[in-house]
C-alpha cells in the first residue's frame, strides 16, 4: 500500500517509501483484563500504543504483532486482543499479522484470532502487500520458553523464496536471530540459527521483524537487517548493569516501517506523554513544497550569519 503523505512531499534524494508497516510486539494479554504480575496494566498501554498507531500513518499496509499475544495462551485473552486491534485495522485498511509467540498456546491462538482448528501446527503465513511479500514463522515450542524452527517449517520456507517477490520479503518471527547482552534471553534464542541462515542468504528476504527481548534492538543475520520492536506490555530496564536489568513500566514503543525502493527504514516510536514543540506542522511543509529546492535550502538550511 503506497504512503501517500510520504509521496506528497519529496524534499531529498530518496525515492517515496512504496509501503509503510506498523511493528508492534508483545502486549502478553491477560483474560478478564488482568493486570501482568498484578502490576502492568497491559491493556491500557495497548490501548495507548493503538491511539498512536492511529496518529502516524493513515493508512499502513499492515499491523506486524511479533508474538506473546497473550501472557498464559488463555482462550479469553486472544478475544480481547482481537476486538482491540481488528477494529483500528478495519479504519486504516490495514492487514492485520499476528506472530506466535513464546507465551502463546497455539490451540488457543489458532481458535481465537484466526478461526482455525485448535491444533499444535505452527501458526505461519504469507501475505501479498502489493507486491511486498511478508512471511509468518513459528518459532515457538509448544512446553518451552526458548525458539527453534524445525526442518518442515525451513523447507516450507525454502519453498517460497525459491520465487522472488516484485518488493523482496520482510519475515516476520518472534524469537530474534541475534544476540542479547542479557544472558537471560541467551537462554531462550532461537535454535537452529545456522539452518535458518542456509535458507535465506542470497534470497529476496529484505528485513526480519522480531520481538521477544522487551527492548528495541537492531542487527544483520545472514546479511539481513533485523529489527526488534520494544514491548507494549512492560520493557527492560537497560539502563542497568546487564545482571541487574529487569522490567519496567517505561519505554514501551512501537516501530513505523519506511519500505523504500533501495532500503528499509525502522522508526521507533515511544507510546508516551510528553511536552512536543509547534514548529513543523503540514503548514509547514506546504511551504516548503511551494519553493524551489535551492529557495528550500535557503530557507531552511542556511545558518545565520553570526
Not at 512531499?9 to 508497516?21: D, E, K
Not at 479469553?76 to 481488528?86: F, K, Q, T
Not at 502463546?104 to 484466526?114: M, N, Q, V
Request: overall charge negative; glycine content about 6%; charged content about 20%.
Amino acid at each position: 500500500m503506497s504512503a501517500t503523505l510520504d509521496e506528497e512531499y519529496v524534499f531529498g534524494r530518496h525515492q517515496p517509501a512504496s509501503h509503510v508497516l506498523i511493528h508492534v510486539s508483545d502486549p502478553h494479554f491477560l483474560a478478564e483484563g488482568a493486570r501482568l504480575g498484578g502490576r502492568y496494566d497491559v491493556e491500557e498501554n495497548f490501548a495507548r500504543t493503538l491511539e498512536a498507531i492511529r496518529r502516524v500513518h493513515p493508512h499502513p499496509a499492515a499491523i506486524v504483532i511479533t508474538g506473546d499475544l497473550a501472557d498464559l495462551g488463555e482462550p479469553d485473552a486472544y478475544r480481547r486482543l482481537r476486538a482491540a486491534v481488528e477494529p483500528v485495522a478495519a479504519d486504516l485498511g490495514a492487514a492485520v499479522v499476528w506472530v506466535a509467540g513464546n507465551h502463546d498456546e497455539r490451540p488457543a491462538l489458532r481458535a481465537g484470532l484466526l478461526d482455525l482448528a485448535p491444533t499444535e501446527d505452527p501458526v505461519t503465513g504469507v501475505w501479498d502487500l502489493d507486491g511486498l511479500r511478508l512471511i509468518a514463522l513459528d518459532t515457538s515450542v509448544p512446553g518451552w520458553h526458548h525458539g527453534d524452527l524445525d526442518r518442515a517449517q525451513l523447507d516450507w520456507l525454502a519453498a517460497i523464496l525459491a520465487e522472488p517477490a516484485p518488493h523482496g520479503t520482510l519475515l516476520a518471527m518472534h524469537h530474534p536471530p541475534l544476540p542479547s547482552h542479557l544472558p537471560l534471553f541467551d537462554i531462550l534464542e532461537l535454535r537452529h540459527q545456522d539452518e535458518l541462515a542456509a535458507v535465506i542468504r542470497d534470497s529476496d528476504v529484505r528485513g526480519i521483524l522480531a520481538g521477544h527481548l522487551h527492548y528495541s534492538a537492531h542487527g544483520t543475520f545472514a546479511g539481513v537487517p533485523v529489527s526488534v520492536s520494544s514491548a507494549t506490555c512492560y520493557t527492560m530496564n537497560v539502563a542497568l548493569p546487564a545482571p541487574d536489568v529487569n522490567g519496567m513500566d517505561a519505554a514501551q514503543a512501537f516501530q513505523l516501517v519506511h519500505v523504500h525502493p533501495d532500503t528499509i527504514t525502522h522508526t521507533v516510536v515511544p507510546v508516551t506523554d510528553a511536552p512536543t514543540g509547534a514548529y513543523f506542522s503540514a503548514e509547514w511543509l506546504q511551504r516548503m513544497a511551494r519553493l524551489t529546492p535551492q529557495e528550500r535550502l535557503d530557507a531552511f538550511s542556511r545558518k545565520p550569519a553570526r
